[in-house]
C-alpha cells in the first residue's frame, strides 16, 4: 500500500485551530505513513502528487480522531464483557481513535505492573491509542495514596479511582496537593455515598411510583461542592466526571468564576435521555449516575453550549446480558457507548445547540488538551489520527450490531443523524464502513 495518501474532496474540520475547509478537488489532507504532510484549500491545485493513494470523501467531514477519556475496557479481570481487542474495535467503528481507560479493572491499575500490562496488550492489538488512569488509592477502595510519581512516569494519564468516590477528605486532600508535584489531575466520581446507598434510578415521583430506591439529586451535589472547597484549599487540579445535574453545572461554573483549576465532562445519556426512559423497569437505562429529570437534562446540554462542560466521554461500561437481564434493583449499572459516542454528539449540532466544529471540539481537541494528550487535531507533522465521517446520514441505533462484547445500550432503537465511514491511526485505517 501507497505510504501516502490524499484524501481528497472532504470538508476537514480541526477545532484546535478554528480550521472549516470547505470539500473540494484540489484541497483536503495529505498524510505520509504515520503523519499528516499537509492540509488545506488549495493543497493538490497541481494535482495528486505521483505514487500517492487517493481517496475521495466525496463531500464527507474529515476530523481528528475522536478522543474518549473515559471507557471501561474491562481487561484484565472481565474479559466476557470486553477485552481490549473488543474495546478497540468498537471504538474504530465510533470514529474514536484514542481512548483512556479506567483503573476499575481485576487487579486495579494502582501499579506500574498493570499499566505496562495494558500497554503491551494495546500494542498487541495494534488498532486504536489506548492510554489508562490510575487509581488514586491503593486498590482504588481504601485511604493509602498510590505512588503517584513512579505511575505518572510510567504513563499513568490521570488518577481517579473511577466508579469509587473518594469519601475520605483528608485522603482527597492529600492527593490534590501531592498531585501538583506531577502536574497531575484528580478525576473524581461525584456521589455521596452515604446518601445515595441501596438507590437505583433518580429519586423522584417516578422513582415512587416504580417502587424504586432513588438516588437523589443532593447526593452529587454535596460531594461536588466539597471537592470544590478542597480544590479552593490547595490550588490542585480537579475533573468531575459525568455531571448529571443542574445544581453541578452551576457549582462548576462558580468554581470557574473565582479561578479555580476545575474541568468536568458528562456523558451523552446525561443529554440525550431523562429518568423517563427507565420506562417499565428497563435495566439499560440503569446508569452510574442515573439518568435524571428534564430539567437537568437541560441544563446539561447548556452548560455544554455555554463552556461550562468542558468535554464529553462516552462513560463505556459494557455489561453482559447475566449483569443486565436481571429485575431492576439487581442488575448492574452501565451502558456501552463507543460505538455511539459521535452519533450523539451530533445531536448537539443537529437540534441547533451548538455548531458542528464546536460539537467535535467536544469530542477531540478538548478532552485531550485536558490531560495533555498528544491527539485530537490535526496538525502538520502531527499524528495521523482521523475520522472520516457524513454528519447527515440516517441511522437507527441497533445495539445488536455492536463490535462490542456487550449490548446494554439506553438508546436502543434510537433514530440518529451521522454514519462513520472510516477510521485511521497512524496513517493506518483500521475501521471502513461496509458501503
Known amino acids: 500500500m501507497a505510504s501516502r495518501v490524499a484524501y481528497t474532496n472532504a470538508r476537514v474540520i480541526d ?29 493538490f491545485q497541481e494535482g495528486v502528487p505521483d505514487g ?81 488512569h490510575a487509581t488514586v488509592t491503593k486498590g482504588g477502595n481504601s485511604d493509602e495514596l498510590v505512588e503517584m510519581g513512579l505511575l ?3 504513563g499513568a494519564i490521570s488518577f481517579t479511582d473511577g466508579l469509587r468516590t473518594i469519601t475520605n477528605a483528608k485522603v482527597l486532600l492529600r492527593a490534590l496537593k501531592y498531585a501538583q508535584a506531577y502536574n497531575g489531575i484528580i ?27 432513588g438516588i437523589p439529586a443532593e447526593s452529587e451535589i454535596i460531594m461536588l461542592q466539597r471537592d470544590l472547597k478542597l480544590v479552593e484549599m490547595t490550588g490542585g487540579r480537579y475533573h468531575a466526571a459525568h455531571i448529571s445535574t443542574a445544581s453541578s453545572v452551576q457549582a462548576i461554573a462558580n468554581a470557574k468564576s473565582i479561578g479555580l483549576n476545575v474541568t468536568c465532562d458528562t456523558s451523552p445519556p446525561y443529554f440525550g435521555l431523562n429518568e423517563l426512559a427507565v420506562g417499565e423497569y428497563r435495566t439499560f437505562a440503569k446508569l452510574l449516575p442515573p439518568l435524571r429529570g428534564e430539567e437537568d437534562r437541560k441544563a446539561i446540554i447548556e452548560g455544554l453550549s455555554n463552556g461550562i462542560i468542558d468535554c464529553i ?38 437540534n441547533n445547540h451548538l455548531k458542528l466544529i464546536d460539537a467535535l471540539a467536544l469530542v477531540t481537541n478538548k478532552p485531550a488538551n485536558i490531560l495533555g494528550l498528544p491527539v485530537g487535531k490535526l496538525t502538520v507533522g502531527g499524528p495521523a489520527d482521523l475520522t472520516i465521517f457524513d454528519p447527515d446520514s440516517p441511522r437507527k441505533i441497533e445495539p445488536y450490531k455492536f463490535v462490542s462484547k456487550s449490548k446494554n445500550s ?26
Not at 62 to 82: F, M, N, Q, T
Not at 188 to 207: A, D, K, R, T
Not at 314 to 335: I, N, T, V, Y
Not at 340 to 347: A, C, D, I, S
Request: hydrophobic share 40%; charged share 25%.
Open 313 to 350: 466521554a462516552s462513560d463505556h461500561a459494557p455489561q453482559d446480558q447475566d449483569s443486565k437481564r436481571l429485575p431492576f434493583e439487581q442488575a448492574e449499572f452501565g451502558a456501552v457507548g463507543l460505538e455511539t459516542l459521535l452519533q450523539l454528539t451530533l445531536e448537539l449540532y443537529h
Open 52 to 132: 500517492t493513494l487517493q481517496i475521495d470523501c466525496r463531500g464527507a467531514v474529515l476530523s481528528p480522531g475522536l478522543v474518549d477519556i473515559r471507557a471501561d475496557l474491562c481487561e484484565p479481570g472481565a474479559e466476557h464483557k470486553e477485552d481490549l481487542e473488543s474495546g478497540s474495535r468498537a471504538a474504530a467503528a465510533g470514529g474514536v481513535t484514542s481512548v483512556v481507560a479506567i483503573p476499575n479493572t481485576q487487579p486495579v491499575i494502582d501499579e506500574v505492573s498493570v499499566l505496562e500490562f495494558i500497554a503491551r496488550r494495546a500494542r498487541e492489538v495494534k488498532l486504536i491509542k489506548v492510554f489508562a
Open 15 to 43: 477545532p484546535e485551530s478554528d480550521s472549516d475547509i470547505p470539500a473540494s478537488n484540489i484541497g483536503g489532507l495529505l498524510t505520509d505513513g504515520p503523519l499528516i504532510r499537509a492540509m488545506g484549500k488549495n493543497i
Open 410 to 435: 439506553p438508546f436502543d432503537g434510537r433514530m440518529v443523524q451521522g454514519h462513520v465511514l472510516n477510521t485511521v491511526v497512524d496513517g493506518r485505517t483500521i475501521y471502513s464502513a461496509v458501503t
Open 187 to 213: 478525576m473524581q466520581h461525584p456521589e455521596e455515598q452515604m446518601l445515595s446507598q441501596g438507590g437505583v434510578m433518580h429519586s423522584g415521583e417516578l422513582s415512587t411510583r416504580l417502587g424504586l430506591p
Open 152 to 154: 505518572k512516569e510510567a
